[in-house]
C-alpha cells in the first residue's frame, strides 16, 4: 500500500485527456520517472476531475505533482502536451528548475495561417526569444533541433506584421557555390533552392505558400545566398542567416556589417557541424569570441535539453559529444567527428 499521495483538481474531462496524452503515455512517463502511480477520479463534488499521486517516496510523489500542475497548466490553454514537453518537464522538476516553466506557455510568438501558435518549448527558447526581443544583434548557438532557425522566423514574421519593419531578408551559406553547385540542373534559382529549403519551410509553416509567394513578389521577402549580402545596406529589415557556422570570417564580418538603421539580425548555427574546408575556421565561432562583451549583441547558447524533435535526438546528440571529448583527449589535433 502506498505511503503518500497527493490530489490534484482538474476543471473537466477534456483537460485530463489533454495531459494524459494518447493512451496515457504522459502518466507513464511521470510514474516511471518518479516511481508513483497516477489515477483518475472522474465526477467530483462540482463535476470537476482529480487525479491522485501515490508512492512510497514523499518526494518523488512531491515531484510528480509538480510535473502534473505543470502540465495542467499548459492543457488549460487549450495545447496539446507531447511526450517530449512531458520528458522536458520531468527533467526540469528533477533538477529543482520548476519554476523557470511558469511564464512560458503565456507568450505567443505568433499564430500560424492554420491557427496554430508558436511558443517556446523550453526555458533555452523562452530566453532565445527575449535576447531577439532586446537586442539588435543575435547569435543563436546549439545543436540540431533547437529551434534556433523555426522561432527567428517567428520572430521575423510577427515583426513584419507588427508594422516594426518593412521586409524579411533570409541568407544562408551556400558553401558548395563552386563547380558541384553549377553542374546541377536549371537556372541559378534552382539551383540555390536546396540550400534554402529549411528557410522556406519555416516561411510556408508561418505564412502559407500563397501568402509567402506574394510577399516575395513585392520584394517585402527575400530569401538569397550570403555572396548576395556583399555591397548593400539592409535599413528596417528583420535578417536571418543560417547555418552561419558554414560562413568564413571574412563572409561574417561582410554580413555584419551590412546592419543598417531600423533592422535587427540573428546569426544561428551548430559550431559541430561545420562544412567548411578542414582547416578553415569558422566565422561564427570567431564571432561569438570577438563579439561578446559588446552592448546590444546577445549571445545564447543552447543545449541539448533545449532539442524538441524526437527524445532520442538528446542521447545521439550527447553520445557523439561524449566520443569527441574523449578522442579529443587522447588526440587533440584529431579531425573532429562530423554530424549530420
Known amino acids: 500500500m502506498s505511503q503518500y499521495k497527493k490530489s490534484i483538481t482538474l476543471p473537466n474531462a477534456e483537460i485530463t485527456a489533454r495531459m494524459f496524452g494518447p493512451f496515457d503515455a504522459n502518466v507513464t512517463l511521470i510514474e516511471r520517472a518518479f516511481a508513483v502511480v497516477v489515477r483518475n477520479r472522474q465526477g467530483g463534488a462540482q463535476g470537476e476531475d482529480a487525479i491522485s499521486v501515490e508512492g512510497n517516496d514523499a518526494h518523488g510523489v512531491e515531484q510528480a ?53 508558436i511558443k517556446a518549448k523550453t526555458v533555452g527558447q523562452k530566453r532565445y526569444v527575449d535576447a531577439i526581443r532586446k537586442n539588435t544583434i543575435i547569435f543563436g548557438v546549439g545543436p540540431a533541433g533547437t529551434g534556433k532557425t523555426f522561432l527567428a522566423v517567428a520572430m521575423a514574421v510577427k515583426a513584419l506584421r507588427d508594422k516594426q519593419v518593412s521586409r524579411i531578408i533570409l541568407t544562408r551559406p551556400a558553401i558548395e557555390a563552386g563547380e558541384r553547385l553549377g553542374f546541377l540542373p536549371g537556372d541559378l534559382q534552382s ?133 569527441e571529448n574523449e578522442h579529443r583527449a587522447e588526440a587533440p589535433t584529431a579531425k573532429k567527428f562530423k554530424k549530420n
Do not use: W
Not at 502534473?68 to 492543457?75: F, G, P, S, Y
Not at 490553454?77 to 522536458?88: C, F, I, L, T
Open 65 to 117: 505533482a509538480q510535473v502534473l500542475e505543470t502540465i495542467r497548466t499548459v492543457a488549460k490553454q487549450g495545447d496539446a502536451v507531447p511526450e517530449q514537453s512531458v520528458r522536458y518537464i520531468i527533467d526540469m522538476v528533477r533538477a529543482g528548475e520548476q519554476s523557470s516553466l511558469s511564464d512560458m506557455s503565456d507568450d505567443c510568438i505568433c499564430v500560424t495561417t492554420r491557427g496554430k501558435p
Open 191 to 323: 539551383k540555390i533552392d536546396p540550400y534554402l529549403r529549411p528557410l522556406y519551410d519555416a516561411l510556408f509553416e508561418m505564412m502559407g505558400a500563397e501568402n509567402y509567394q506574394h510577399c516575395v513578389e513585392k520584394q517585402t521577402i527575400e530569401v538569397a545566398p550570403l555572396a548576395y549580402m556583399r555591397g548593400r545596406t539592409l535599413d528596417d529589415s528583420f535578417i536571418i542567416l543560417d547555418e552561419a557556422q558554414n560562413a568564413t570570417p571574412e563572409q561574417m564580418k561582410m554580413f555584419l556589417t551590412r546592419l543598417g538603421f531600423n533592422s535587427k539580425a540573428v546569426i544561428t548555427g551548430d559550431l559541430t557541424q561545420t562544412d567548411l574546408p578542414h582547416g578553415t575556421r569558422s566565422g561564427l565561432s570567431l564571432a561569438v569570441k570577438i563579439l561578446n562583451d559588446i552592448d546590444d549583441i546577445a549571445i545564447h547558447r543552447f543545449s541539448e535539453r533545449d532539442v524538441v524533435r524526437h527524445h532520442l535526438v538528446q542521447k545521439i546528440i550527447q553520445a557523439y559529444d561524449k566520443f
